[in-house]
Structures are given as C-alpha cells and as structure tokens.
C-alpha cells in the first residue's frame, strides 16, 4: 500500500506508458462524484458514487480536514459504487479522497463528511478594508453588514482606507514608491490585527477598489502575450511569507498592467513565498463601465444581495449548473479538463444526481441554481459559449456561487472584467473564482465551511488534492465575500426585550418559518460583541427570561440539524438584535385571585388582579392584557395548582407576572 501522493503518480505513470484502451466518455468521468449518507445508529458513514464501467480499480483514503497527507488507502473492487465506514463517531468530521483508475484515464474525488458535526457559533475574527471612497454613502448598508457578519458569530475588525491610486498600467518610476507604500498600509493593518490575536483572526475582506498587489511572472491560461503580473489578493493573507521587488524584469505583456521590473512595486512571486494564514475575498465593482449603475450603486447592490441571502429573503435551489465549451485540453492520460471542478465539487454538495448541465444564461434566466460552473476560450470580457460582460448587464443570472474559466478575465484587475461582471448583477450572484488552473476544492462548504475557507485550502494546496495545472500560485483569488456559507437557516423576528419585576429581562421572538430544532439566546455589552450564550441547552420556545437586569444587546439565532450530500451538521441562522437599558420605570405586579374548584367540574375564569399602576393608568392601558393559565384540567387529581400569568406588555412599567393558587377538591370537603 503506498500513501496518496505516491499511488497518484504511479496511476499518472501506468497510464503514460500503454496506449489507452478507453477514453472517458464524457469529462465527468475523470472526477469520481462522491456523497454521503450517514447514520447515528450505529454510527455509519456512506461514501456513494456513480459506477464507471470502465474502471479498474478504486482506493479510498481518510484524514482530518486539516492534515496534508492522506496516509494508505483502502483498495476496492473495480465495480464499487460505494463505502461504509463503521469506524466513525456521532459529532466528529472526516474527509476521504477517492481515486479511480481506469482505461486510459483516472479521476479523484474529495468529500468532507460527518454526522451532526458541531455548531460553529464563534468564527473568529475577520478584518473589514472598506475603501473608504464610499464610507459615507454606504454608512446604512457597511453598519448592516457588520452586523450581519458579528449575527453569524463573526468579530469585525474595520479599517477605512484610501482607494488605490497607482494605475498598475503606469510604468514611470515616479510612482514605483506611492505603489509600493499604498500596498504596504492595507498590509499593515491586516497584519497588526493578526499580530495582536493570531488565533483568532481568521478572514479579510476587501471592500471597494482597495489597492490591489500585483506580483509573478506567469501566464497559466498559457497566452505569451499575457506573461508578467497577475493580481495577488493572497499577499494580504499571507502573513509570514517573505515578498521581494528586486528579480523579475518582464516587459513583454501586451497590457502594461503585466509589466514587471525590479522595483516597481510590483512582487517577484509567481509561487506562493509561504502558506497562507487568512482566508481573503474582495467586492471590487470599480471599472465597470457596461453597466449603467456607477461603482456606488453596484456596491450598495452588492451589500444588498449579500444581506437578502444570508437572512434566506433571495434563495436558490440546491443543485448545480456545469456549461462546459472546453471539454479535455489535454489527453485522456493527462487530462486538463476544465468543467471537472463542477463535477466533483457539486456531488459532495448535493449528491450526483443533482449536477446538471445546460447554457449559463439561458438555464439561469428561469431556473436558479446555488452554484454553476462555466468555461469557454476566453477575452477579458467574455467565454465563447457562456456570455459577455454585456450580457451581465441585462441577464440576471439565478445563480449565488459561481466557478468561471476561460482565458485572459482570471486576470481581473481589468476594465469591463468578466469574472467581476458577474458580482454586478442584480439579485444572486455573490462569489466568483477562475477555477481550473488550478482545481478549487469546495467541498468543506457541504459541511458548514465558509467560501474562504475554501479559497485558503485552494491557495496553499499542492498535492495534497488534485490541483491540475498552476497550483500554489499568486494568482489564485476569491472575488465576493469570504465569510459566506452555504446553507441558510431562515432568522427568527422581532425580538423584544422587557423588563420585568423580579429584577431581569423578559425576551420574546416570532418563531422562524424554517422547522428549526430550537434557538440560542446570546448577550454583548455592544451590538458589535463578542456574544456570550445563556442557555446551556436549545430554547424550545420563543421566550426566555434573563436573570440579569442591565445595559446589554441581545442576540437569538436559530438552529437546525442541516444535511446535505455530504453528511450532517448543526446549523444557525443569522442572528437578530435586540438592545436594552434599564429604567427607573415603576413595578406593575400582575396575579391571579386565588380560586377554589371542585374536581370534575369545568376551570373557572380566573380574575387578574393589578398592583402599582400610577397615574390614573388601568388595565386598559396595557398594550398587551396578560394571560393566565394553569396546567389543571377539569379532570386533574386534587390539589393545589399554580396559576400563571404571562403576556402583559407595557413601556410604562417593569410588569413583574407572578404566580397564584387553583385549589381542587371534591364537593363538600
């Protein structure tokens, strides 16, 4: 038995030699399109996937999610179309590799599974760049954000920034120094925050037409005139790594963007000089001149659509679009197959059965889809056989998540750019990524992680997954919010927070639509937090009384067991706020009468009774009148029942509800 990376090129090597007996029929054949069933029961994970008859050969391989070696594999028979792992525990993650070797080809396939793995209710830390150009005009939609983000257990670091002011096509060497110190503050920022808590700082992300790095000397859609330069997000994730300015001396690129020297403020790397510490995305909606909408309305578009998906106003089905116009740009031995990153990825995230192929802007027109993948040859401003730019313009593509590859528009620092085009349309689409040069690895979102997540995994991975061609690269860059997941719980709504009479804090909430097994109640001296839970187990109803009466913001978020193609996990909504201050407002005490009842016969109508109104106030005034009940029934044994009072709302007093005596007996005792 040999460990992944060995079997793979023995597969690669096999392969190389013989004349292929078979070709794949068809691109999907060279992933192997993995999912997931589990039980509890006993504990049993299902790997499942479609059969090849062409294959000869599987091996299954297991790790934790952050280990790079995969270890020995498991060997199977060349017709398996599944594997069950009884070496599992309920509330654990695992991820398997899948490699298939057949006639004339091979496929892999990458799954992240587990069975009810635990809440995430503490993300960590994610720093906000915010250009601060529009600061101001986007006050309502970046303070809505924040809070979404801090709702999903997130702490926002932010910083407003200058907004790049170096053209990257401007050559002269006055301005090789204002490049290279606009990079250096962003970076500065980013990594003071890490300093200061490397544990927890785990995210950027970039809003606006933050400076943008540049670094490399590489071409990888294979294009000479496009040789030099390509944009380097991952510089402000990398928070080790040593980035020099003093070896390339390229000048050849057709767009002078490319060109770089030493000096320049532009980097040496094409690989990457370390791994990647933060996940980094980035909503840069500058330079769109197709669209009708100036940079300041496609971002508050933006932040709208972000806000919509994430409290489920703006869904999509959950399912997966592949438009492939490029097929296998290799060999069947050593396949560069572009559209495999739909195959693979979509499987463990829906199952097999659930990834669909179909035109891009005719499918999504009228169908919506979570995610689509899309390639074709390529300009700066299209892919023959998926659009244009324009076509973002007037097509509002029903689609959130969203892979694209062609040449030229990976580089996506560019006017009119199609991979950014995409972010512009109205209502869905919130990521984008140039995925096939190298292959993304998505698979973690199945199971609850973030698209950033996925982004870093994509950006320091080597061989630890099948990367195709141009791994560990510069280029590799996330366009869209980094923090996004998934899978949405709907929100529950109007939470309300009252004082009550016994010294604490009453709160109440509107249920959420979704069948959710229960709700978290957090407090925060702030809005901003960090949040602490009160409840030690799920609140099964929608109320909850705080004992500790004081200035506090309130926090309920819903949770639901989620499962999808790749297994189970616990899931939470958005959080909704509430804040509250005490007051010196009188005490209302409300109760009932205590009443006597004979056993058998019907309950009587209980009488409030209302102690410390002022002012000329009565019950009348009341905005809410209170409800009192008791767990007594015509039929209930005798003796001595409570009598509850709830309900009862009113901004004018803190309503202390107590509870009285029902006393049961039988006639004449």
């Known amino acids: 038995m040999t460990n992944r990376t060995t079997h793979v090129a023995l597969i690669c090597g096999a392969l190389c030699g013989i004349a292929a007996s078979a070709q794949a029929q068809s691109v999907s054949d060279y992933a192997v399109r993995i999912s997931a069933t589990v039980q509890t029961n006993p504990p049993q994970i299902t790997l499942s996937w479609p059969a090849d008859s062409h294959s000869t050969g599987y091996w299954v391989y297991r790790k934790s999610r952050d280990d790079t070696s995969w270890g020995t594999g498991i060997p199977l028979a060349i017709n398996a179309t599944s594997y069950v792992d009884t070496n599992v525990v309920t509330g654990n993650t695992y991820e398997y590799g899948m490699y298939k070797l057949a006639s004339g080809y091979y496929g892999e396939g990458f799954i992240y599974t587990g069975i009810m793995a635990p809440l995430v209710e503490d993300r960590g830390k994610v720093v906000l760049i915010v250009d601060n150009t529009y600061a101001t005009s986007l006050t309502a939609e970046l303070a809505r954000l924040q809070q979404d983000l ?264 560019s006017q009119n750019n199609f991979l950014r085009a995409q972010l512009g349309t109205t209502n869905y689409t919130l990521t984008s990524v140039w995925a096939s040069r190298p292959n993304w690895m998505f698979h973690h979102m199945a199971l609850g992680e973030t698209i950033g997540f996925s982004a870093r995994v994509t950006q320091n991975n080597i061989d630890t997954y099948d990367g195709n061609l141009f791994v560990n690269e510069v280029h590799i860059a996330l366009m869209g919010d980094p923090t996004l997941r998934m899978h949405v719980v709907a929100p529950a709504s109007n939470l309300v927070a009252a004082a009550n009479g016994s010294g604490g804090v009453d709160l109440s909430w509107n249920a959420s639509p979704d069948p959710v097994l229960g709700y978290h109640v957090y407090r925060a001296p702030t809005s901003a937090g960090p949040f602490t839970r009160l409840n030690t187990s799920l609140v099964t109803t929608t109320s909850f009384t705080d004992s500790v009466q004081a200035t506090n913001t309130y926090m309920v978020r819903a949770v639901n067991l989620e499962v999808s193609g790749s297994g189970s996990y616990y899931n939470a909504s958005q959080g909704i706020f509430q804040s509250f201050t005490p007051s010196m407002l009188p005490a209302l005490t409300i109760s009932a009468q205590n009443t006597n009842k004979i056993y058998g016969a019907p309950l009587p109508t209980f009488i409030p009774l ?60």
């Open 150 to 413: 801090v709702g999903d257990g997130w702490t926002v670091l932010r910083h407003d920034v200058a907004r790049m002011a170096v053209d990257p096509a401007n050559t002269s060497s006055s301005v090789w120094a204002a490049r290279s110190n606009e990079l250096a503050n962003v970076k500065g920022l980013i990594q003071a925050d890490y300093n200061a808590d490397p544990a927890n700082v785990k995210a950027v992300f970039l809003f606006g037409h933050v400076p943008v790095p540049y670094s490399g000397n590489l071409a990888p859609d294979g294009h000479n005139d496009h040789v030099g330069a390509w944009p380097a997000d991952v510089f402000y994730g990398d928070m080790n790594g040593v980035w020099t300015d003093g070896s390339v001396n390229d000048v050849g690129g057709s767009d002078h963007r490319t060109w770089n020297v030493p000096g320049d403020g532009k980097f040496d790397q094409t690989l990457l000089p370390s791994n990647v510490e933060l996940q980094v995305g980035r909503v840069d909606l500058s330079n769109l001149p197709a669209f009708p909408q100036n940079e300041a309305q496609l971002l508050r578009q933006y932040l709208n659509k972000d806000h919509n998906f994430r409290n489920k106003v703006v869904t999509a089905l959950g399912r997966g679009l592949i438009n492939d116009n490029l097929g296998n740009l290799g060999t069947p031995s050593q396949p560069d197959v572009p559209a495999v990153n739909g195959w693979r990825n979509f499987a463990s995230m829906f199952g097999a059965s659930n990834s669909f192929a179909g035109g891009w802007l005719t499918t999504l027109a009228t169908q919506s889809y979570l995610w689509g993948y899309a390639c074709g040859g390529g300009t700066y401003t299209s892919a023959s056989g998926v659009g244009n730019t324009w076509n973002f313009v007037t097509n509002d593509t029903q689609v959130v998540f969203t892979m694209l590859f062609g040449s030229y528009f990976g580089d996506w620092d």
């Open 610 to 669: 209302y102690s410390g109104f002022t002012n000329g106030d009565t019950p009348a005034s009341l905005t809410a009148q209170p409800v009192l009940s008791t767990p007594a029934t015509p039929l209930s044994p005798v003796g001595t029942y409570p009598i509850h009072a709830s309900g009862a709302v009113s901004s004018n007093y803190a309503i202390d509800r107590k509870s009285t005596r029902l006393n049961s007996s039988h006639l004449g005792i």
